[in-house]
């Protein structure tokens, strides 16, 4: 059964991988691994360093993906490693928590760099932002519900449009040192911190721009030919993305000492500001554009683990529904926006991501090690693409590391709320998976109707080749 599927193109999915990857990271917060590395060089190969872990990880992810040809990205390999428990667990803290409440951040960030052309020399009201972010979550839910064409065109264009944006920055960092702005590099592991704790906060924050390197395991169904355009879009796409953070780095270093650096609100802007003056009012443009290009390729993919985790029982079933018209796990993805924008509510929710991308890691660390025990518990499953054991084993070791550094250096109670809330995922597992209590299925089941009715949606299993 292929259902909304084979629909990706390897071009497609190398602009799905840099266009999620790429969003508002490296242009607002590169300050946060330059604070924690505490100098040029040592932050320069950090950023370089996260991008050879993101690469070493989705070639993980890449015979995962091969091996198991299911989307909903870690949920399929956790389930057949481990069975439905950390299964379950992963999807109902991404579904509840990390993926749409990235997506809201994500979004907000949008919002503030679309509204700030019209409130110069102010911060743009808080209404105004929470308003503009909430319609660009309609907008994204709307489009990647009529068309995973349109969904995926979008995609193109606006990872086009980021490129730009990312040229413009590497091509005047580049002409800036052939001027010899080099006085920024003089010394540049003076002042440097050296210490376990610092190297993995500062690596934590270089990996949260890279996140979004596992994004086509999600979508591993749509890919035409997964075979050969899983691998190749990740060998393409992660390298591309790490050489265009560091040369961004690089430019912004041209520009900027340091201690500058860290002062600046919006590294991008305080650069377009001192380099494109009086054009300085393309960078917020097409940081716009970057940042709802990284929301759109979010809200395209974390809406098949919604589909998928309804599929498998583990969420109401008329998630798992697909539009008969369109091919798209309309509701799913209707479901994953309306949490979204209930995190836009509060608003600040910077910290509570931080926490979370925490428990991201874990399961990172827990699906890399899936790999590990299947190569002796499923010895007899093809794999088209089998990569040496120790890319798997150094990928499970620095997940181990990254979980328990912040803890370590930094300990907090937020951290065990975090573990508290996964683990509480049990008791929802227990009642409605392992006993079958079925009164939110019934009560959902007048919901379903009106979505059958309202979107064209039938179960899964209905829809035909």
């Known amino acids: ?46 950023w ?17 993906g091969t091996m198991i040809t299911k989307s909903g990205g870690e949920y399929p390999y956790l389930m057949e490693a481990f069975g439905p428990i950390p299964a379950f667990l992963f999807s109902w803290t991404s579904l509840l928590v990390t993926k749409p409440s990235s997506f809201a951040i994500i979004c907000l960030s949008f919002a503030e760099y679309a509204s700030a052309p019209f409130y110069p020399g102010c911060d743009p009201p808080p209404v105004v932002i929470k308003c503009l972010a909430a319609a660009a979550i309609v907008v994204i839910t709307i489009v990647n519900s009529l068309s995973v064409k349109l969904g995926s065109y979008l995609q193109n264009l606006l990872t086009a449009a980021k490129m730009i944006i990312v040229t413009i920055i590497i091509v005047s960092g580049i002409v800036l040192l052939a001027q010899g702005k080099t ?43 997964p075979y050969r355009n899983l691998p190749l879009s990740i060998i393409i796409g992660i390298p591309l993305v790490t050489i265009c953070y560091v040369l961004i780095n690089i430019a912004y270093f041209t520009v900027m000492t340091s201690t500058e650096l860290l002062q600046s609100q919006a590294v991008a802007v305080t650069f377009g500001d001192r380099i494109l003056y009086p054009a300085s009012w393309i960078v917020p443009l097409f940081v716009a554009f ?30 798992s529904y697909i539009s008969v018209k369109r091919l798209t796990p309309a509701p799913a993805i209707i479901f994953y926006g309306a949490i979204a924008i209930i995190y836009i509510i509060p608003g600040d929710i910077d910290t509570l991501i931080n926490y979370f991308s925490f428990a991201v890691w874990i399961f990172y660390g827990l699906t890399v090690f899936a790999l590990i025990v299947m190569r002796f518990t499923r010895k007899e499953v093809n794999r088209p693409i089998r990569i040496p054991i120790v890319i798997p084993v150094i990928v499970t070791l620095i997940s181990i590391l990254l979980v328990l550094l912040p803890i370590i250096s ?30 939110p299925q019934k009560i959902s089941k007048p919901i379903t109707m009106h979505l059958q009715m309202l979107l064209e949606v039938v179960p899964a299993e209905e829809t035909t080749e």
């Not at 370089?48 to 890449?62: H, I, P, Q, R």
């Open 1 to 46: 059964r292929r259902n909304f599927m084979l629909k990706v193109g390897l071009i497609s999915g190398i602009c799905m991988i840099v266009g999620t990857i790429i969003g508002s990271g490296i242009f607002v917060s590169p300050k946060s691994v330059l604070a924690n590395a505490g100098a040029v060089g040592p932050c320069l190969i950090i």
């Open 48 to 64: 370089a360093a996260c991008g050879v872990l993101a690469t070493l990880g989705a070639l993980c992810f890449a015979e995962l």
């Open 183 to 225: 006085e920024n590099f003089k010394d540049s592991f003076k002042d440097s911190k050296i210490s376990v704790s610092s190297i993995g906060l500062a690596f934590y924050n270089g990996l949260w721009a890279y996140d979004g390197w596992n994004q086509l395991n999600y979508i591993t169904e749509e890919l035409k030919n």
């Open 290 to 319: 970057s940042t709802i290009g990284s929301a759109n390729g979010t809200c395209f993919t974390a809406g098949r683990l919604v589909y998928v985790a309804g599929r498998e029982g583990h969420m109401l079933k008329v998630l």
């Open 410 to 439: 930094a300990p907090e109670l937020a951290y065990l709320y975090c573990v508290l809330f996964i683990l509480s995922g049990l008791i929802f597992y227990v009642l409605f998976v392992h006993f079958k209590f079925s009164w």
